[in-house]
């Protein structure tokens, strides 16, 4: 089942296209990434679903209903940081937050604390907090009510290493938990590490979505070490599923479309060759490289 289904968003301020027909669906339980260059439309898109801004055109509909205020009751979100009071205690914060929104109880504050390793510090001032346990109390905020499905806009923006990983490892609990997260991110090798689907924008027209696995492997693309790099090209050529055999340092680069290639069999054709192979692996695509393929002109 999907939590959310776009169909055709379109939305323009003035002359600026920000969406052009954005289609889409989030399948419940995945971590989905929002990716694209800056000015793609992924704020844009992520207001429209979250009520902050109206599409012009087209439909969004979250658990199959028409978005409506009961269904973004049941959203807990991060567009940008919460004002929190920088001389306040954690769960002081929380209580503020909690009777501004109405969402979740008072009762609820110790947990969402626990949910992301806050509770230990939870009667610390703010203003002690690191960048990435304030970014964790805003997450905190967004999960009083318990909601199903979490939004988050670059929810590591402005992090050191150690901040994006008590993110990331907190995405992923939450996650194995059962919140479907939606997040937007200029960080690919985060994205490639934490969501399951991703979505790639660019100005304001979605290109590709899917699995991450989907995403990045338009194409096999198999290592392949070899003594006699001239033989062994010569051997391979004509071999079922092989599109082109590049040149890479001590490498071969054997590739062909998206499960084509059987490793074994090109092993088994080598050596029946009489090609010593010395080096034999499938490279996986990294996400960064395909987003800049994708997004580029
Ligand atoms: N309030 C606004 N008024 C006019 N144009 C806007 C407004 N908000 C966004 N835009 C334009 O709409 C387009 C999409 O912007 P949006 O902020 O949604 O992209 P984004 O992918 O989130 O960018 P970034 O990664 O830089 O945050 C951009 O061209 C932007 O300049």
Redesign the pocket.
């Given at each position: 089942m999907d939590v959310l289904t776009l169909d055709s968003i379109h939305k323009s301020?003035?002359p600026?296209q920000?969406?052009k027909g954005v289609s889409l669906s989030v399948p419940r339980g995945t971590v989905f990434g929002i990716l694209?260059?800056?000015?793609?439309?992924?704020?844009?898109?992520?207001?429209i679903i979250l009520d902050v801004l109206s599409a012009d055109k087209g439909q969004y509909t979250w658990f199959d209903q028409p978005g409506s205020k009961y269904q973004r009751r049941q959203i807990g979100s991060l567009l940008e940081t919460p004002n929190f009071y920088h001389y306040l205690s954690a769960v002081n914060n929380l209580k503020i937050t909690q009777s501004i929104s109405g969402r979740g109880s008072l009762a609820e504050i110790e947990d969402v604390l626990r949910k992301v390793n806050l509770y230990e510090r939870k009667n610390s001032k703010f203003s002690t907090f690191s960048l990435g346990m304030k970014q964790r109390l805003a997450i905190a905020a967004a999960l009083l009510g318990n909601p199903p499905v979490l939004v988050l806009?670059?929810p590591t923006n402005g992090l050191d290493p150690v901040g994006i990983a008590e993110i990331r490892s907190l995405i992923k609990q939450l996650s194995e938990n059962g919140t479907t997260i939606i997040l937007?991110s200029?960080l690919l090798d985060e994205v490639e590490k934490v969501c399951t689907h991703v979505a790639i924008?660019k100005?304001?027209t979605l290109i590709t979505q899917g699995t991450v696995d989907e995403v990045l492997a338009d194409e096999d693309v198999l290592e392949l070490g070899v003594e006699d790099q001239v033989a062994a090209k010569a051997a391979l050529y004509g071999l079922e599923g092989i599109a082109a055999i590049e040149e890479a340092g001590n490498l071969l680069l054997v590739k062909g479309p998206k499960g084509s290639l059987d490793p074994a069999a090109i092993n088994a054709h080598c050596h029946a060759s009489g090609i010593r192979i010395n080096h034999l692996a499938m490279r996986k695509k990294r996400l960064e490289a395909r987003f800049f393929e994708l997004t580029s002109n």
């Open positions: 301020y003035g600026i920000a969406l694209g260059p800056n000015g793609s439309g992924k704020t844009t898109l992520l207001s806009d670059e937007a200029h924008l100005t304001g």
